[in-house]
């Protein structure tokens, strides 16, 4: 989950600049899959964006790589930062304590 932070001023040029990354570097369905591609909301010190997308088995590597590709097109935006955050599903957490998922 990456979740970026923006002042609200610079929100017309983050949108832009998102446009343009999206072209420069396409999304590769073969890394990961998206859960929430972008959604966005304001907060008392400006814009708050997160990202969510489940990483293939064995393409963390790539996912990584591919993820600083895209988040370094934004640092030139006067106050934009991320943070990025790794998370286990409970299917792949629970076994790690010797217990299975339900079915849901």
């Known amino acids: 989950m990456a979740t970026t932070y923006f002042p609200a001023g610079k929100s017309a040029e983050v949108g832009k600049r998102y446009l343009e990354v999206v072209k420069k570097l396409p999304a590769d369905r073969s890394i990961d ?12 010190n400006g814009m708050k964006a997160i990202s969510i997308a489940e990483v293939k088995d064995g393409k963390f590597k790539e996912y990584m790589k591919r993820f600083y590709q895209n988040i370094l097109e934004y640092f030139d935006i006067e106050g934009y930062t991320v943070d990025f955050e790794v998370f286990m599903s409970g299917a792949e957490a ?3 304590v010797g217990l299975e998922m339900p079915e849901v």
């Not at 899959?33 to 008392?44: D, F």
């Open 94 to 96: 629970l076994p790690l």
């Open 33 to 44: 899959k998206p859960i929430l591609p972008v959604a966005v909301r304001t907060t008392t």
